[in-house]
Nanobody
Framework: QVQLVESGGGLVQAGGSLRLSCAAS????????MGWFRQAPGKEREFVAA???????FAADSVKGRVPISRDNAKNTVYLQINSLKPEETAIYYC?????????????????WGQGTQVTVSS
């Protein structure tokens, strides 16, 4: 059974940073593109960042330069650092696999999701 477990969310002031973690099990982690989506209240789910199985990183335009993403295959874990957080980025952040990284389109979500971790950014 595939399981994705997120952690690291919380309450932070605008301009602060959080480091989110996603621990995966039940899949061949080293061969899987991993990533993150988020959903804010009243808004559609949106792509945030992804990292391929060959360690290439991708990020949405809205967060480029602020969200270094990395993976540790020995720990089956992907990390998302979010810097300079804005109040409008308050959302539930979801780990997802396997992300399909496309050339001319936004990355496509895979079938497996974590339960999400809440990030709340205060002004």
């Amino acid at each position: 059974q595939v399981q994705l477990v997120e952690s690291g969310g919380g309450l932070v002031q605008a301009g602060g940073s959080l480091r989110l973690s996603c621990a995966a099990s039940g899949l061949t982690f080293s061969n899987t593109n991993m990533g993150w989506f988020r959903q804010a209240p009243g808004k559609e789910r949106e792509f945030v960042a992804a990292i391929s199985w060959v360690d290439s990183a991708f990020a949405a335009d809205s967060v480029k330069g602020r969200v270094p993403i990395s993976r540790d295959n020995a720990k089956n874990t992907v990390y998302l650092q979010i810097n300079s957080l804005k109040p409008e980025e308050t959302a539930i952040y979801y780990c997802n696999a396997p992300i399909r990284i496309l050339l001319l389109q936004a990355p496509s979500a895979g079938n497996y999701w974590g339960q999400g971790t809440q990030v709340t950014v205060s002004s």
